[in-house]
């Protein structure tokens, strides 16, 4: 045997997002990457493109579209708001951590 065959190659470590330390590969894979998580991800980007094209939403105004029952798969008009994004993003939580809906 070489010398080669003997030394063993370090195990590459997986990098992080420097400032926040998060692992963003392991998200997408072990959520996002869902097939469920991404057909929510698409029903709230055709909301929004809805919202867009009617004129209550433009992109960088800083707020978000809501969906009042919480199901972004429902994509009636009477169910779409514009909203802040930071009332949009800061909700009541039950005791289990899930969303309280008003």
């Known amino acids: 045997m070489s010398d080669k065959d003997d ?4 195990k590459k470590k997986r990098v ?7 692992d963003y590969k392991k998200e997408y894979k072990n959520y996002q990457g869902k097939e469920e998580q991404i057909e929510k ?8 493109r809805k919202l867009q094209k009617e004129g209550k939403v433009t ?9 009042k029952d919480g199901n972004p798969k429902n994509n009636k008009n009477d169910n779409l708001r514009v909203v802040n994004k930071t009332k949009n993003r800061s909700f ?9 809906y008003v």
């Open 59 to 67: 992109k960088g105004s800083g707020k978000d579209v809501d969906h």
């Open 41 to 48: 991800r698409v029903s709230r980007d055709k909301a929004r």
């Open 16 to 22: 992080r997002n420097k400032s926040t330390g998060r």
């Open 7 to 10: 030394k063993k190659k370090p």
């Open 92 to 100: 009541k939580r039950n005791k289990n951590g899930g969303k309280i």
